[in-house]
């Protein structure tokens, strides 16, 4: 037996059906003319992951089905190929007299103009980003079908992600007569998820006695990114075959027979660190958020300072420079070497800088409010005015070219509000929310060592790196002043916010319990503040979004 197998690791958008549908055909086309008979695209590749409330809408799910129809026919030219495409259906039933409808995700596998098979998902996550409990119904059956023919033919199980991670699926496909297993996925990436998800799968297919080939989406979705990542793993638990992270490609892997039990062969990516793989999250979140939303170009403010640095080399590396505009903005109180540390940058990315001063429109406010604040001392009130004239300039350019404001602020500075509302925190995408400034410097160093686009090397001025961060607000201002180190500040986030950890346990750990206290009080008064900033690129297991879902109003201390 000789079954050559093909990952189609593609990067779809959600409810184009009629594009993503072309992008199957092209795709299964090119792996029949290079001998594969059997395609796996990922989970609910027909509309792309997820559509979240489009699913509830009936047009939708027959809209899906007829896309679903359309492919099969388009490949009826292809003998002997069979194609595994994701997508929601649903069905009519009636509970106590009452019309209902079930909507699944589902897997169907078409072979010569017609669907031959198909697989309803039997466990449906409803934890971190997931909630397909809200839209689907589980599946209760199995799916086991021939791909291939005649000496060449392998019996293939079908899972849909979440499945895999569960022993029955598994199990009940192989007692079924499944000699392989064949999962398709749409699992949003962390730092590190890839891997674990080797790891897992490598549990699975020692208990179960089969391989497994798994098909991974690529991408961004608004506010997640899908990192490809696809792999096979042979029954002993043996990497087979892994395709590049954050690539849209066709990853092939063939399947032999050895005395009885299917083998699998193919290219092995390198492992990458944790930092490339970040970077290249970053990059692709961006690049698909502008992109498959039509903006044109990006708008930032330039700083001088580390967060918007790290941001202008993302956007850049997404983008290209000619399609990142960055406008410094100073205030009285900026320093001359953010000016020429924001000039320097700018030039070593070869974008467009603009220098657009904010004080004679400060001066205008404070003149305007003068008899309202008269007597009363300079504070937050006039720090804040500086960040929101800002904020005001960005969005003017914005509306009137046409470009998407990239915002700056990191997930520390979300966390305990360190950050204006309706001034550095308006725009349209957040590029580094998920990121501690731990982080954010960590990424800055590891983007100088590295030139993964060949854009250009050491992008950020070490100054910019190396002296201590500031608002510019007021005179002589650091962000020390009003928060713990950041080394501390981003432990307790971690351990508080990501883990869940209390604060208790959090003191335990030796950080002091003032800190402590006061952090966890910031991340929960400032709730309000985080429901109203823009979306950005989860890179975390939980970050700020999808994952954090706690009350503006609370007593609960």
Known sequence: MNLKICVAQLNLVVGDL??????????????????????????????????????LRPAFISACDQAVAAVAVALAPLKDMSVVIGHPTGDGSRTRSVAVSRRFNAASVVREGAVVATYAKRELPN???????????????????????????VRVGLMICEDAWFEEPARLAVESG????????????????????????????LACGVPMVCAHLVGGQDEVVFEGHSFALNAGGQLAGRAPS??????????CSARGVVEFSGDIAPERSADAELWDALVLGVRDYLGKNGFPAAILGLSGGIDSALVLAIAVDALGSARVRT????????????????????????VRYD????????????????????????????????????????MALSNKFGSIVLTTGNKSELATGYCTLYGDMAGGFAAIKDLSKTTVFRLARWRNANDPYATCVAPIPERIITRPPSAELRPDQTDQDSLPPYHVLDEIVERY?????????????????????????????????????PIGIRVTHRSFGKDWRYPITSRFR
């Open 355 to 394: 220098e657009i001063s904010i004080v004679p429109e400060f001066e205008a406010f404070k003149a305007s409010l003068a008899a309202d604040f008269q007597g009363l001392a300079s504070d937050a009130t006039e720090e804040n005015i500086q960040a929101r004239i800002r904020g005001t300039l960005l």
């Open 327 to 350: 406008v410094m903005m100073p205030s009285p109180y900026t320093a001359d070497i953010s000016w020429i540390d924001a000039r320097a940058m700018a030039a070593r990315m070869g």
């Open 497 to 533: 916010m990501e883990n869940d950890e209390s604060v208790a346990s959090i003191v335990a750990s030796g950080i002091d319990a003032a800190d402590a206290e006061r952090v966890t009080r910031l991340i929960k008064l400032n709730e309000y503040k985080r429901r109203q900033a």
């Open 18 to 55: 009629g594009g993503n549908a072309q992008k199957i055909v092209a795709a299964a086309q090119a792996a029949y003319a290079d001998g594969a008979r059997l395609m796996l695209t990922p989970e609910l590749s027909i509309c792309g992951y997820a559509a979240e409330d489009l699913f």
């Open 178 to 205: 499944a000699q392989m297993l064949a999962v398709i996925n749409a699992s949003p990436f962390h730092v590190g998820k890839g891997y674990e998800r080797e790891r897992t799968m490598r549990d699975r297919v």
């Open 127 to 153: 934890y971190q980003v997931f909630d397909e409990r809200r839209y689907f119904t589980p599946g209760h059956g199995v799916c086991v079908f021939d791909a291939g023919v005649g000496a060449d033919q």
């Open 246 to 255: 954050f690539d849209e490609s066709l990853f092939f892997v063939t399947a």
